[in-house]
């Protein structure tokens, strides 16, 4: 695993938000990190239009590489900017004798989109990592603890007994 900047992976094809793709709920897709409860909360996000972009202060990419997100702690605002470099890992593919090679393609070791180019869902996962601490600090939450950091949105927790 390395660090690499996501404009330069997608290079031309950077962009912040792609177009939305009519067959798709989202385009959020996990990696190998254990926040799924974190990536259900973006998806939920992602299927409303407009949501996941209030989320984001910074609304276009940009030549500083830097993003804005704004989440809550005790009912008041909080700015997390992040940069683009994530953690990355090489793909590695078959060569015609059968054996794996390594190519120099790159590919997000966490969050990652569907549409190739899109990084909101990388930077939003690293500003959550940020927020909380770290990215292993992230691993293992709940859906409604971060809807309380996106939203500031009042919840109630109404459990099964069992």
């Given amino acids: ?50 949501a996941i972009e209030d989320l984001f202060v910074t609304k276009t990419t940009n030549d500083q590489a830097a993003y804005t997100m704004k989440f809550y702690i005790a009912g008041e605002p909080v700015y997390v900017t992040v940069d683009d470099y994530v953690p990355v890992t090489k793909v590695w593919a078959k060569d015609k004798n059968g054996a794996w090679i390594s190519t120099k393609q790159l590919r997000p070791v966490y969050a990652s989109s569907m549409h190739y180019g899109e990084i909101w869902p990388m930077l939003y996962e690293k500003a959550w990592a940020k927020l909380v601490g770290s990215y292993h600090a992230i691993e293992y939450g709940t859906s409604r603890w971060t809807l309380q950091h996106m939203t500031n949105d009042p919840y109630k927790f109404i459990g099964l007994r069992g």
Avoid: E
Avoid at 2 to 8: E, G, K, N, P
Avoid at 18 to 24: E, Q, R, V, Y
């Fill in 1 to 50: 695993m390395q660090w690499a900047r996501l404009s330069d992976m997608f290079g031309a094809d950077t962009v912040l938000f792609a177009p939305k793709d009519k067959t798709l709920f989202s385009s959020v897709q996990q990696g190998t990190i254990g926040d799924c409860y974190m990536i259900a909360t973006m998806i939920q996000f992602d299927s409303r239009p407009g």
